[in-house]
Nanobody, 127 residues
Framework: QVHVVESGGGLVQAGGSLILSCTAS????????SGWFRQVPGKPREGISCLNWSGGSTYYEDSVKGRFTISRDNAKNTLYLQMNSLKPEDTAMYYC????????????????????WGQGTQVTVSS
């Protein structure tokens, strides 16, 4: 049984940084396409970053490009999202997810392609 858990969210001032972590049991991140998504109330969940199984394919949505970095520690089987220069508009619930079907990242990321999801971690950026 697969269990995915995000952590690291919190309250941060604009311009600050956070690192989100995503651990998984029952799957190895380096066997899957991994993604980070975010959602604000009343809006659709959007894919913001992707990392493929080999680490050779990545994707960043334009609004986070240059500020966020997706990475993975295979030894810890943990996925990360380093978030720098945070803005109030980054406030959202953040989710990680695993997709077993696709080899490389693609855009836009489709929620229905991802098989396993965490419960989310809240990020709030104050102005």
């Amino acid at each position: 049984q697969v269990h995915v858990v995000e952590s690291g969210g919190g309250l941060v001032q604009a311009g600050g940084s956070l690192i989100l972590s995503c651990t998984a049991s029952g799957l190895n991140w380096d066997d899957y396409l991994s993604g980070w998504f975010r959602q604000v109330p009343g809006k659709p969940r959007e894919g913001i970053s992707c990392l493929n199984w080999s680490g050779g394919s990545t994707y960043y949505e334009d609004s986070v490009k240059g500020r966020f970095t997706i990475s993975r520690d295979n030894a810890k089987n943990t996925l990360y999202l380093q978030m720098n220069s945070l803005k109030p508009e980054d406030t959202a619930m953040y989710y990680c997810a695993a997709d077993r079907s696709f080899i490389n990242c693609y855009t836009p990321l489709r929620l229905t392609d991802f098989d396993y999801w965490g419960q989310g971690t809240q990020v709030t950026v104050s102005s």
